[in-house]
């Protein structure tokens, strides 16, 4: 099974095992304040924000970046 090393979503179990849509996940992860979700070691300049924010619109859930 494939999980997300970021948010730690896992493909064929959050979704259709626990019923989590992407979009509710993705939300609760954001309001946790997007923690790095396993013990893989987390890129240098990883953006959890930055990322998200590359999301087709349709997609985009991120909170607005403070500037």
């Known amino acids: 099974m494939e999980i997300c090393p970021a948010c730690g979503f896992q493909f064929g179990v959050s979704d259709d ?3 989590h849509t992407y ?3 993705r939300e609760a992860w954001v309001k946790m304040g997007t923690p790095w979700s396993t013990k893989q070691k987390k890129p240098a300049k990883w953006d959890a924000l930055a990322l998200l924010e590359t999301l087709t619109p349709a ?4 909170p ?3 500037r």
């Open 17 to 19: 095992d626990e019923g």
């Open 23 to 25: 979009d509710s996940w």
């Open 59 to 62: 997609k985009k859930r991120a």
């Open 64 to 66: 607005k970046r403070k």
